[in-house]
């Protein structure tokens, strides 16, 4: 039984490329029997994952049926959870957005009433995008703090209260009947941008710059989250520069204790990160001084991982990349002075191209891997 | 015929855990049809890759024959060179050595005074141990400088004149008759210690402290070279301490200018690393300073590097690790007081376990998991 679900999975991963493709191929690009496939098609067929394509492939003789993905088979339900604001999303399955909802909502709450709150609100969108709960495949879920992905909880998250160790796919499996994968928001940013963006990059590293500031890691394509999940946290890799500065963790010299957009909405005294930017955008020369400032402190970060990890893209993301070219000199600046010049020779420095929405395209990216994976896709929930 | 090969691959990918199976085992492993099965065995048995168990499995009526990998079909070559000594062996298909030779050549020779040296210590090393050539399935090789893996080309080696660009493959290749791979000398040290001493683990950092440093990743079980072949190459990230010395690499402020061995030699008007661990070893108490502060400016990098990449073992390799404790308990001292709590919790740093084998165990690594992965098994090849 479970050979027979794995089989129609490695269907699936070739068909998902949007090609037609025949029974006789399908033979020659797994090695199955012409049985097993036909038996795995049927299941495939019959659940709608996969439908006859238009176009029949002629070889010669009498044209040949052939079998195409079915990108509209499942929904998507991808939430993006902040510390402040949420962003929600139904989405086919090519991560193609079908509807989407954002709010202000506190994580700070507590896990209860925010996942409460986050189950009325995507019947709400899914009822919106024109769906039902038997269509949806999965939800995928980013959190802003450190998560175990296996069981889909938070470990230690500073700016959490009460989620430490809860279990989220506990609470909401049963309300929604779905499978949910959750992780930590700025490894979901990566996938989107990583997705989206530059899917042809093998190694990556996206940065977050908010108020605190942290990376999502891409590596063969697949997101890197170290023995404990924790991979990414460079916010508190020290910096010479900030010796002197004691950082929320309790360490000194943290690179988001001087960089991060909290530490310089402190340094302009106003409120927050936000307000750093629309500074900046407005042309003040003191707020410009200091994101040139942020973006040469993260370069020299930066300029560590590049020798250490040598990616062929690094992008910045989060609020503060709203400041635009400053921070992306400071940066490019540092990194291409510091690291080697094999490992800068084709590195690429960018801002994310997604905007908002990296975060509900990368949860939706991660159920969507998730489902479509050779070894995991499961024909008996996915037939609901 | 790429399906045939690729499915007898599969089959010896299952079977080289040295455990005994079945036919029906294999059709149930794999999911390909008995007839499928039978002809792949028949190909694997008839080259030896595999030989019928002794001990055949009942299964309530007459015993199913069963068959298991034969780790003494082939022989793979190893080579770790270094910039002023080679070591060779000839090893069998679980990197066990059954010959072994040492020797000191100078990479500076050039690559064609120091490959022929090499065919002509492979054919000797190979008749040492009982082997002919038309044994050999492979041979790997590791070199001290970046190589492009892909190509076998080492690409601006800075200790290695005249190798720049040098088709390392196309060399040797002709003059062995089989796939030759070659990669940076950190990287293979890293693939033996994983192999031979910490199999388990996912994610590993293997740093070399010899008269530079380097370091070699292990991701999922697999060696991370990054986008440019780069990876790993932390003896020019910049540390605080170090801002005042010039590194032959022209920059100021690099880590191996300060804590490599050539640096400490020079600080102990010593000929070289190995004169600085014989002062230690001896007691004395000035080297002992310099290396135990040597190990806290490695340990500044390296614990930027826990945060960042979370690995669940790092390994102090390369000769200055005969140090001892002092290294490594400078490491420790900044790691754990610098990096995040998650991401130390289950750390383990330790020194290395192979000792001066470590680079040709890992050489017979490559070539063995280059073989035996599922895509690449090429029988025609391996019949010889």
Request: a negative charge; charged letters at 20%; hydrophobic letters at 45%.
């Given at each position: 039984?479970?050979?027979?679900?794995?089989g129609a999975?490695?269907?699936l991963?070739?068909?998902r490329d949007?090609?037609?493709?025949?029974r006789?191929?399908?033979?020659?690009l797994?090695?199955?029997?012409?049985?097993?496939v036909?038996q795995r098609?049927d299941?495939?067929?019959?659940q709608?994952?996969?439908i006859?394509a238009?176009?029949a492939i002629?070889s010669?003789g009498?044209p040949?049926?052939?079998f195409t993905?079915?990108?509209g088979?499942?929904?998507?339900?991808?939430a993006?959870?902040?510390?402040?604001?949420a962003?929600l999303?139904?989405?086919?399955?090519?991560?193609?957005?079908?509807?989407e909802?954002?709010?202000?909502?506190?994580?700070?709450?507590?896990p209860?009433?925010?996942?409460?709150w986050?189950?009325?609100?995507?019947?709400?969108?899914?009822?919106?995008?024109?769906h039902?709960?038997?269509q949806?495949?999965g939800?995928?879920?980013?959190l802003p703090g450190?998560v175990?992905h296996?069981?889909g909880?938070p470990?230690?998250p500073p700016?959490m209260?009460?989620w430490?160790?809860?279990?989220?796919?506990?609470?909401?499996g049963p309300?929604?009947g779905?499978?949910i994968?959750?992780?930590?928001?700025?490894?979901i940013m990566?996938?989107?941008?990583?997705?989206a963006?530059s899917?042809?990059?093998?190694h990556?590293?996206f940065?977050?710059?908010g108020?605190?500031i942290?990376?999502?890691?891409?590596?063969?394509?697949r997101?890197h989250?170290g023995?404990q999940g924790a991979?990414?946290?460079?916010?508190?890799?020290?910096?010479?520069?900030?010796?002197?500065?004691?950082c929320?963790?309790?360490?000194?010299?943290?690179?988001?204790a001087i960089a991060?957009?909290g530490?310089?909405a402190?340094?302009?005294d106003v409120?927050?990160?936000r307000e750093?930017?629309r500074?900046?955008?407005?042309?003040?020369?003191?707020?410009?001084q200091?994101?040139r400032?942020a973006?040469?402190?993260l370069g020299?970060v930066l300029?560590?991982?590049v020798?250490?990890?040598?990616?062929?893209?690094i992008i910045?993301g989060?609020?503060?990349?709203d400041?635009?070219?400053?921070?992306?000199a400071g940066?490019r600046?540092v990194?291409?002075r510091?690291?080697?010049?094999l490992?800068?020779?084709?590195l690429?420095i960018?801002?994310?191209?997604?905007?908002?929405?990296a975060g509900v395209?990368?949860?939706?990216?991660?159920?969507?891997?998730?489902?479509l994976?050779?070894?995991t896709?499961?024909l008996?929930?996915?037939?609901?």
């Amino acid at each position: 039984m479970t050979m027979e679900i794995a089989g129609a999975g490695a269907l699936l991963t070739i068909l998902r490329d949007g090609r037609a493709r025949t029974r006789a191929e399908l033979m020659e690009l797994t090695g199955l029997a012409r049985s097993t496939v036909s038996q795995r098609l049927d299941a495939l067929l019959d659940q709608q994952w996969i439908i006859p394509a238009d176009d029949a492939i002629s070889s010669g003789g009498r044209p040949a049926a052939a079998f195409t993905f079915n990108a509209g088979a499942r929904v998507v339900l991808a939430a993006d959870l902040g510390a402040t604001h949420a962003r929600l999303a139904v989405t086919d399955l090519t991560t193609q957005v079908l509807a989407e909802h954002s709010e202000d909502v506190a994580i700070a709450d507590g896990p209860e009433r925010v996942l409460d709150w986050l189950v009325t609100a995507f019947h709400r969108l899914l009822a919106e995008s024109g769906h039902t709960l038997d269509q949806v495949c999965g939800t995928g879920i980013g959190l802003p703090g450190p998560v175990e992905h296996e069981t889909g909880r938070p470990v230690n998250p500073p700016i959490m209260p009460g989620w430490d160790g809860f279990d989220v796919p506990a609470r909401l499996g049963p309300r929604l009947g779905v499978p949910i994968l959750v992780d930590n928001d700025v490894n979901i940013m990566a996938l989107g941008e990583h997705w989206a963006a530059s899917p042809e990059v093998e190694h990556l590293i996206f940065v977050k710059v908010g108020t605190g500031i942290g990376s999502g890691i891409i590596t063969e394509h697949r997101l890197h989250r170290g023995a404990q999940g924790a991979a990414g946290d460079i916010g508190h890799i020290c910096v010479p520069s900030a010796a002197h500065v004691v950082c929320r963790c309790g360490n000194t010299g943290c690179l988001e204790a001087i960089a991060g957009g909290g530490a310089l909405a402190a340094q302009l005294d106003v409120a927050n990160g936000r307000e750093v930017v629309r500074l900046v955008r407005a042309g003040d020369a003191r707020a410009i001084q200091l994101i040139r400032q942020a973006g040469r402190d993260l370069g020299d970060v930066l300029a560590s991982l590049v020798n250490f990890f040598n990616p062929g893209v690094i992008i910045i993301g989060g609020d503060m990349a709203d400041a635009g070219e400053h921070l992306l000199a400071g940066v490019r600046e540092v990194v291409y002075r510091r690291s080697l010049p094999l490992a800068t020779q084709h590195l690429n420095i960018r801002s994310r191209q997604l905007g908002d929405r990296a975060g509900v395209i990368g949860a939706s990216v991660l159920m969507i891997e998730h489902i479509l994976s050779p070894g995991t896709v499961d024909l008996s929930v996915a037939s609901g």
